[in-house]
């Protein structure tokens, strides 16, 4: 959405906004303040109503909140009309280009006519100038119906132009939650995903989460360049996306952290699928860019956590990676559970 308040005006939604904003847990990011900018602008009224009712029962706005906010009130309502107009467009052209079709039909049945006239008045004897009217009249109806095709050609070209930069759209909007290097979801990819599950759901109950670290990360590529860190990123990677299934989402949240969500999985499975997750990883091996063998033997840890009622993303996160940190500091290399009667509503 492109804002067209003025400076001064601006200013004073500035001043509003930020006010609002220090009475919130979440931090001052981009996404927190275009929640209070367009509250404050008077600009998104189903917005205003949430955040209103938030400060009526002083409740702060948590980074989770403000993440699902930014993209239920804001991000989803760009795309909308962004589609919508996308929508009209292709429909615009689609009919332009159906009556071309049409008028070029119609432009063919009267040149059609014209020359049956004409060739009625060559056996009779009509005065010249209707003769050399009727043939003016037959000489514009080719000129038009010639237009009428080359407009109709634009037309298509310009449809395959609005379908191809369409798709190029969508592909960028896809590629901006991907990590590049892994092919996983990235750490937005990982949010939205979770927060489109728990909207289908009801909420994220019965959701379990590992969160994933590959152990002595830093030592990897210390001694074997990022390029040897990058490899075992993607190895990681590859086992995580070769061991899940369905509406599983695998996630590499920055650097050596990855996160796996497994809907209705169970504690108990989702530790199942945890060791045998880091079996395989211990069990490969990586060989080296100079084909001098391999860098050893790499291990992950890994944290677990269920999700109870009511518990946000944020809070069953940080349930599993205190599960996560327990698991390196007891050995690594090995799978830690976080107890199902720790989590909210249990």
């Keep these: 959405m492109r804002y067209a308040e003025e400076r001064e005006r601006s200013a004073e939604v500035l001043r509003l906004a930020l006010a609002l904003m220090g009475r919130q847990a979440a931090g001052f990011n981009p996404c927190s303040y275009a929640l209070w900018y367009e509250h404050c602008a008077g600009l998104n009224p189903g917005l205003s109503r949430t955040l209103e009712a938030r400060l009526a029962a ?14 239920e009130h804001i991000v989803t309502r ?6 919508g107009v996308r929508d009209e467009l292709y429909r615009i052209l689609k009919d332009t280009s159906a009556n071309t079709v049409v008028a070029g039909e119609r432009a063919s049945a009267f040149d059609q006519s014209l020359a049956r006239h004409a060739e009625q008045l060559a056996t009779v004897e009509a005065p010249p100038a209707v003769r050399a009217t009727v043939a003016d009249l037959r000489s514009d109806t080719g000129k038009m119906r010639a237009m009428t095709v080359e407009l109709e050609a634009k037309l298509t070209a310009s449809t395959r132009k609005v379908n191809e930069l369409t798709e190029n759209l969508e592909r960028a909007q896809g590629e901006a939650l991907l990590d590049a290097l892994t092919g996983l979801k990235n750490r937005r990819g990982f949010e939205r995903a979770a927060r489109g599950l728990s909207l289908a759901r009801g909420g994220l109950a019965g959701t379990a989460l590992m969160m994933v670290d590959i152990d002595h990360f830093k030592a990897v590529n210390d001694l074997h360049g990022h390029l040897l860190g990058d490899k075992v990123l993607r190895a990681v990677a590859h086992v995580l996306k070769s061991n899940i299934k369905g509406r599983d989402v695998a996630a590499r949240l920055g650097g050596e952290e990855f996160a796996v969500l497994l809907p209705e999985t169970s504690l108990s499975g989702a530790e199942v699928l945890g060791r045998q997750i880091c079996a395989l ?43 996560l940190y327990i698991a390196k500091r007891t050995g690594r290399n090995r799978v830690e559970v976080s107890p199902a009667d720790s989590a909210p509503g249990a």
């Design 58 to 71: 002083n409740s702060p706005l948590t980074d989770d909140d403000v993440w699902r906010l930014y993209n």
């Design 78 to 83: 760009d795309i909308q009309q962004y589609v």
């Design 281 to 323: 990883v211990a069990h490969g091996r990586i060989k080296r860019s100079d084909g001098q063998g391999t860098i050893g033997q790499v291990t992950l840890s890994i944290g677990v956590a269920l999700a109870g009622e009511a518990e946000s993303l944020e809070q069953l996160v940080e349930r599993a990676d205190r599960a």
